[in-house]
């Protein structure tokens, strides 16, 4: 057995139990610790609860530890799980509608566009509070980050605190079943070398049984069911059409990161099937609701019990030696993995986990007008880190400029504002 101390900062989301589903059904790591933490009490009580019940139904040898405070559940943490959010989900709310009065389209909003900006602003001071705690009180810990906007938080942790902290995102995976459907081939067959940045990735290979299979898919787009399969992802079939290279991962993740695609003229993005996400009070309530009954044993546990593809379990199993070495795709420092990148860049692509190690696949190079996309979204990410932490606005508005849908300077000065406004709460350097 391989006992370790996993922290979940931000436990009252719905990814603690996706973690705990997956820990509980691995002995190798039985006798472990999990810390729960959340600033909301009764998030965390919610949670705390749900998790005990999980771990007694499944009659799993793991302990919990609790608190509102993280700096009295860190100390012993070998990993440091940061799936923090702030202001959600109505400051995000607030940030989309901004960016409509300005012919401005975010579906999801986690990433890029005024309102991932927004998010970012949010989140990053919160994140590099979390790094610097894990880097005092437990300094050999590993954190794993699923915060959005991922990439940034990620950079901005390991640039703050000099931590080691990954990023991991299973957006990517999406693409999986359009590969095997096209191919004829079981999606658990095949191995894809998707590289970029979170959210904005590019299949550079497909393998399966050692034989790249990504031309031969590349090739049936030309076949009826190809051009089916194009139709069903407008955007994809654009972007490759432009690039040349197959992007995985959801449209809507993808259209953010291009003017096209977003705007009036699309009807927001409807005539490519894109859908802007929203939260309502009531679905906000009754997914309230529903964490009440799993907590008080009202409603079954099935629906929490299932594997999850968060990744997160398989990855410290590697890295503990627990099982074998796997390969993963992960949010890690380029370093020279892609040639033509940033090398402080955070990159999203395969990284071989073993014992104590992260090794991550050297990719060469991208074309260059990828490139460009990619490297833009680096400096954007630099320019947001030092906005979060600094509180200049003349900063964050050189990063929003940076912004593919920001389509003129006044429409940036404006939205900016009018952000700053709306999450003044949560922007406390901002009001200086």
Known sequence: MAATKITIIGAGSAFAYRVVSDLIRRPTLAGSVIGLVDINPEALDLSARIVAR?????????RIE?????????????????????????????????GEKYGIYQPTSQTVGPAGFARGLRVIPHAVAIARDVAQLCPDATVINLANPLAAVTRAMIREAGVTAVGLCHSWR??????ASLLGIPQESLDCVSVGTNHL????????????????FLARLDSPGGRALLDSMPVTREIYDAFGLWPTGYDLHTAEFFPYFLTPETHGGADYGLQTRHTTQESFDAMWAGRRELA???RPLDELLAPSEEGVIEIIASLLGAEEPACHIVNIPNAGLVDNLPKEMIVELPVYVSSGTLRGLKVGSFPLPVVQLLATRAIQQELLIDA?????????????????????LDVARS???ESLAANAEWLPLFRR
């Open 388 to 408: 979060a932490l600094s509180g200049d606005r003349r900063i964050a508005l050189q990063g929003l400029l940076l912004d593919a849908q920001i389509i003129s």
């Open 296 to 298: 008080e044993g009202v």
């Open 201 to 216: 990735t590019w299949a550079l290979a497909l393998h399966h049984k050692g034989r790249d299979v990504l031309p031969e």
């Open 174 to 179: 999406q693409s999986m079943p359009v590969f």
């Open 54 to 62: 999980m771990i007694s139904e499944m009659k799993a040898d793991l």
């Open 66 to 98: 609790q608190s509102t405070d993280r700096q009295e559940v860190l100390p012993g943490s070998r990993y440091a799980l940061n799936s923090i959010s702030v202001g959600e989900p109505w400051a995000r709310e607030r940030d989309v509608e901004i």
């Open 415 to 417: 939205v900016l504002a």
